[in-house]
């Protein structure tokens, strides 16, 4: 079901996507998973966020490896964000809009997160779990992607 389906009732605030994303901060990381304070990866956090504003699930992605980005040679991340999100021409990220990245210059777009404001976002590391950092250099050179979530008011 694509965005312009979803047929929201009133429009989303970007104070609750941010308080959604915000929820998560200490889950734990876990590849695949998607359940709030248990474990998530990065595509996990964005689908529990879309799943809390909008009440169920946007799209099952299929099982998929730690290199699947690699493996497949496709914007897949990319690809899936353009069928659920509205891609916006922005170069700075405001609240509540979903960041896709690549993580080295010239390889497939393989991470996400939510903005929490233009300089910080919520996000999934194998390494540490869901926390929200600043979006630093080293994260805004990678950015690949600024997508919001449909029927977000202006």
């Given amino acids: 079901m694509g965005s312009a ?32 304070l248990v474990g998530t990866d990065c595509l996990g956090l964005v689908r529990g966020v879309f799943r809390e504003i909008y009440g169920r699930e946007a799209e099952m992605p ?3 490896s730690a290199d699947w980005a690699e493996a497949l040679a496709a914007e897949t991340l990319l690809e899936a964000a353009s069928r659920q999100l509205l891609p916006t021409r922005d170069h700075v990220p405001q609240s509540g809009d979903v960041l896709i990245f690549r993580m080295r210059r010239g ?14 976002m919520v996000h999934a590391l194998e390494t540490i779990g869901t926390v929200e950092v600043a979006i630093n250099g080293w994260w805004r050179r990678r950015i690949a992607g600024i997508f919001r979530f449909p029927g977000v008011e202006s």
């Fill in 62 to 64: 299929p099982p998929y």
């Fill in 107 to 120: 390889t497939i777009a393989k991470h996400a997160g939510v903005a929490t404001g233009s300089q910080s």
């Fill in 5 to 36: 389906e979803i047929g929201m009732a009133s429009p989303v605030s970007t104070d609750a996507i941010v308080r959604a994303a915000r929820g998560w901060i200490g889950t734990p990381y876990h590849h695949q998973a998607s359940c709030k």
